[in-house]
């Protein structure tokens, strides 16, 4: 059976992790079917993936450790919370689960903003925080954002990601669902950091140890 299923199909379930409720959903393919081609044997052309800073304009990327003592940012005035604000685990472009830590006043924040400069209007988009080249973080922005407007969303990080050392931060479209239900995933995916994934990370993530672990190189 040749069936074609568009969007991400995301399963929504609550659960319950160490007293803290959180969003789950299911895992989720970032990539477009292949197209089919017209005859038998024949090869269809392949089409240009456009990269990420041809469908979004990132006007800021701003992470902090501390947003209550980042001298003169405090709390991202103008900035709402962006989807997950009580924590999420969802499907990555990188085909893993990825937890997404809460909005808290006390914990690190990474505030984005951005336009959406593409023709179609976005109801997803995953995000990568870049530093030197390597995937420090992820945040997952759910809603409706149509051609051309401005949106500002603050979103939960893990402590992990400090320091961010002499790099400049860079705030990376990774994965995009479009409303029509087609999709796009970033082309030239940044290495990440393995603590993303790992136990360690996890478990800090989840405010369960004080000590930052080695970072893995």
Not at 47 to 64: D, T
Not at 74 to 98: H, I, Q, S, V
Not at 134 to 157: C, M, N, W, Y
């Amino acid at each position: 059976m040749n069936a074609r299923k568009n969007g991400l199909n995301l399963l929504l379930c609550a659960s319950v992790a160490f007293g803290a409720t959180v969003l789950c959903f299911a895992s989720a393919a970032w990539t477009q079917p292949a197209p089919e081609a017209s005859s038998p044997g024949a090869m269809a052309p392949a089409a240009a993936v456009p990269y990420g800073y041809q469908l979004i304009k990132v006007n800021g990327c701003h992470p902090q450790a501390n947003i209550m003592q980042s001298g003169g940012w405090a709390g991202y005035p103008g900035y709402a919370a962006g989807w997950g604000y009580r924590g999420a685990y969802y499907g990555d472009p990188y085909g893993l689960t990825y937890y997404q830590n809460p909005v808290t006043t006390a914990d690190p924040q990474l505030g984005i903003d951005y336009v959406n400069i593409s023709p179609k209007t976005m109801n997803a988009i995953i995000f990568g925080l870049v530093v030197n080249g390597e995937l420090r973080a992820q945040v997952r922005d759910e809603g409706t954002f149509s051609p051309g407007v401005e949106i500002k969303h603050k979103f939960g990080i893990s402590i992990n990601v400090f320091p961010l050392q002499s790099g400049l931060p860079q705030c990376v479209a990774l994965g995009i669902q479009f409303s029509d239900g087609s999709k796009w995933r970033n082309p030239k995916l940044p290495p990440k950091n393995k603590e993303l994934y790992g136990p360690v990370g996890f478990m800090q993530s989840m405010g369960l140890t004080q000590r930052p672990a080695a970072r893995n190189q």
